[in-house]
């Protein structure tokens, strides 16, 4: 079992950052791959960006390309979404996402391949 909680959501101004953090409990965080997903209002849920247990392979949306940068820090269980360069069309809850991998690259933009859920955190972008 692994429980996720997201921090660092807010309200920023348009062309700012925000940097997410998700803290995962458990021992065996090592093994997960994670991922981030976000939800708008109205909207469905739809995937940002996953990285793969080892930390080496990382997989974004095109509409996060360039601008968020997604991290883990297994000897803390955390993992960080950086995000800048934040447009309004970001707005929407940021929900963080655990899924146990068999191998060490992989990982999935698909919100069926996760295991476990944050309760999400908003993220606020102000024109």
């Known amino acids: 079992q692994v429980h996720l909680v997201e921090s660092g959501g807010g309200l920023v101004q348009a062309g700012g950052s925000l940097r997410l953090s998700c803290s995962a409990s458990?021992?065996?965080?090592?093994?997960?791959?994670m991922g981030w997903f976000r939800q708008a209002p109205g909207k469905e849920r739809e995937f940002v960006a996953a990285?793969?247990?080892?930390?080496?392979?990382?997989h974004y949306a095109d509409f996060v390309k360039g601008r968020f940068t997604l991290s883990r820090d297994d000897a803390k269980n955390m993992v960080f979404l950086q995000m800048n360069s934040l447009k309004p069309e970001d707005t929407a809850v940021y929900y963080c996402?655990?899924?146990?991998?068999?191998?060490?690259?992989?990982?999935?933009?698909?919100?069926?391949?996760?295991?476990?859920w944050g309760q999400g955190t908003q993220v606020t972008v102000s024109s």
């Open positions: 996402t655990a899924r146990f991998a068999v191998t060490t690259s992989s990982y999935s933009s698909s919100q069926n391949d996760y295991d476990y």
């Open positions: 990285i793969s247990r080892s930390g080496g392979n990382t």
């Open positions: 458990g021992r065996t965080f090592s093994r997960y791959a």
